[in-house]
């Protein structure tokens, strides 16, 4: 990994002192580990006509043996199904609203257009369904959907509204790689939950306070797919997982107990063109990377991660309250026979970007309002310290950007207070530089999230039409962020 890491120091007396962390900050008892893997339901929507239906429902889920609680989920008591689409394929999808709330689905990062996008604008109420015919018209990619209705989002995806879609070109089998669901082609939806010692989870939107929207509602327990450090039996061979960061605020530094190598074959928006080997992997809140691990070895490891260093003083211990690398889950290799064994020399080369035809370059300064900001803010100290982008709090009523259909754009990314993962929707980037330096191998891909810990400057290809009614959102993806107002607008046409 080539981050740098900064150091982030808290210069605000009343958020210093840890007197003030709260429950959800705390370190409760490790909860009992050891369950298999959930694996979710796969929804191939070619076998089923391409008419998907998606019930969003409330349900009870034990997530600690014995101690159910309440949680929401995908027609699944939480969490919900992995949709497969085809690249050209036309997806009919039925929404039903089963809760006893307002939702949308947002489908992050389906290139579609603003109307079909299910941002805050396209709430479903209770009892209505929402039927969007999404076309699919992209590269093969893991990509996820969940709840944006604004302020209350990070609430939802924390109940367990989740799910991963797959968008397969055929390029899998061109390239051979491991293809075969939950045998060597795992999906790992990574979040972090605070249980009480019932085993519920609560999360109550009127009493969020300063520190939880400061740093974004953290657990102490790691869950996989809605498990505590549960097990995979995987063949002896090569395995591919499709993991994705879906927490509302930490970051998760990964690696193999081990330290073995293993290697990324995508990011956000597909494949990168070559495999990209590594023996740690950050992954902030939305990003997802494709990996594979060679468990030829037969040795079972621990997959871990690391203190969360991006949120300062409160970020220096794993999410168990240890200092060091904690377990997230095991993988148990089997005597079965592996599918797949070798790693390609080469994927896909992606669509070039250049970044000489950018019409213009704007500039997006992410402040979440921590008092230790100010001295960090440089030549952005005539804004006022509010959560917000460029001084401004999100207004649903307000347009920032407008954009051309068919061009790209430079924009420019400064994080103030901590670092933020910036999320676009309706586009893709490149990055052009983080923190002044290119990118790392693996982040030089197409994406549509970034972890910003400092400034980036992003190329954005705009391909896909947002009118006025249905514009496309930029924010921060910390969920209690984006909820606080750091969002924003852009329309395209
Ligand atoms: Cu993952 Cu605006 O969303
Ligand atoms: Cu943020």
């Known amino acids: 990994m080539l ?3 900064r150091k982030f120091a808290i210069g605000c007396g009343a958020f210093a ?20 893997l959930p694996i979710p339901m796969l929804i191939d929507a070619a076998k089923h006509g391409n008419a998907v239906n998606l019930k969003a429902m409330s349900g009870r889920h034990a997530f600690i043996e014995g101690k159910p609680t309440v949680t929401y989920g995908y027609s699944a008591p939480v969490l919900g199904p992995v949709i497969r689409v085809r690249r050209g394929g036309e997806v009919q999808v039925t929404v039903e609203n089963a ?5 949308t689905v947002h489908w992050h990062g389906l290139l579609v257009p603003g109307y079909n996008d299910g941002g805050p604008q396209q709430l479903i109420r209770p009892g209505e369904n929402w039927r969007p015919v999404l076309k699919i018209n992209q ?19 924390y109940m367990g509204l989740t799910g991963i879609i797959i968008v397969d070109d055929g390029s899998d089998a061109r390239l051979n790689l491991p293809r075969t669901y939950g045998i ?8 972090d939950r605070s249980f009480d010692a019932d085993g519920t989870i609560e999360y109550d939107n009127n009493e969020l306070n300063a520190l939880d929207i400061a740093y974004g509602a953290r657990g102490e327990t790691i869950i996989v797919n809605g498990a505590i450090a549960p097990i995979a039996q995987v ?19 990964l690696r193999f107990k081990d330290q073995r190598k293993f290697h990324v074959i995508a990011s956000d928006g597909g494949f990168l063109p070559a495999p990209v080997t590594v023996t740690q992997l950050v992954i902030s809140p939305a ?11 037969g040795k079972a490891v621990a997959l871990e991660t690391g203190p969360d260093e991006e949120m300062g003083a409160f970020g220096r211990v794993a999410p168990d309250g240890s200092a060091d690398y ?21 994927l896909i080369e992606p669509e070039t970007a250049n970044a000489a035809s950018a019409v213009r370059r704007r500039e997006f300064v992410l402040d979440s309002g921590l008092c230790a900001s100010r001295q960090q803010a440089g030549s952005h100290t005539d804004m006022p310290a509010l959560i917000g982008i460029n001084g401004k709090a999100f207004d649903p009523a307000r347009i920032d950007v407008e954009t051309r259909l068919g061009t790209t754009e430079i924009w420019e990314i400064t994080s103030i207070g901590m670092a933020h993962p910036f999320h676009v929707h309706g586009a893709l980037f490149r990055i052009l530089s983080v923190e002044g330096q290119p990118p790392a191998a693996h982040l030089a891909g197409w994406k549509d999230t970034i972890l910003v810990e400092d400034k980036a400057e992003l190329l954005v290809a705009f391909k896909q039409p947002a009118p006025r009614e249905h514009p496309f959102m930029y924010h921060c993806h910390i969920l209690e962020h984006e909820d606080a107002g750091l969002m924003g607008q852009y329309i395209c046409s």
Do not use: C, Y
Request: no cysteine; proline share 9%.
């Open 3 to 5: 981050l740098t890491r």
């Open 17 to 36: 002192s840890s007197a003030v962390v709260d429950a959800r900050f705390g370190f409760g008892d490790p909860a009992p580990a050891g369950t298999a």
């Open 99 to 103: 809760l006893d709330t307002v939702t």
């Open 139 to 157: 590269p093969a990619a893991t990509l996820w959907f969940h709840p944006h209705p604004h302020h209350d989002t990070a609430r939802q995806i």
């Open 184 to 191: 060597d082609d795992l999906p790992i939806i990574l979040q």
């Open 235 to 253: 063949p002896a061979g090569l395995v591919r997982l499709r993991l994705l960061n879906a927490a509302n605020a930490q970051n998760f530094d």
């Open 287 to 297: 990003e997802r990377f494709e990996v594979l691990v060679d468990f030829a070895d």
């Open 326 to 346: 904690v377990a997230v889950m095991q993988f148990e290799p089997t005597s079965t026979a592996p599918l797949v064994k070798r790693v390609p020399n080469r």
